[in-house]
């Protein structure tokens, strides 16, 4: 999971990507951390999905521009749109299957 420290290149990713799951995360928070190593657990299992991690205290502006108002938080875009999201205690479970079905409907 790439770990991303500019808002700009954050929108591009998330703009680019065929299927994007984006793990926000904030300082000292430890279910962000446990969260973390759960959401790496699933990403990888997806061969087409571009993860990313960004943390909101070296940069704030993704509260604002992805409407975030809990951490840690995923969301889930295809093609730029979003198409998932979850927030504190993250359903992984469901995560994998929202995946799974967007990364089999995403045409290459």
């Not at 065929?18 to 699933?42: N, R, W």
């Not at 087409?48 to 604002?64: C, D, M, N, Q, Y």
Request: glycine share 4%; hydrophobic share 45%; proline share 3%.
């Amino acid at each position: 999971m790439d770990l991303i420290n500019n808002i700009n290149k954050l929108k591009t990713i998330v703009a680019a990507g065929k299927l994007c799951l984006l793990y926000i995360q904030a300082p000292d928070c430890g279910l962000c951390s446990i969260m973390l190593d759960k959401i790496e657990a699933v990403a990888q299992r997806f061969d087409k999905v571009r993860s990313a991690r960004v943390e909101l205290h070296v940069v704030p502006k993704v509260a604002g521009e992805f409407l975030v108002a809990t951490a840690p938080t995923v969301l889930v875009f295809a093609h730029g749109r979003e198409v998932y999201r979850a927030g504190t205690f993250i359903d992984t479970m469901e995560l994998e299957r929202v995946l799974s079905k967007w990364q089999e409907t995403t045409i290459d």
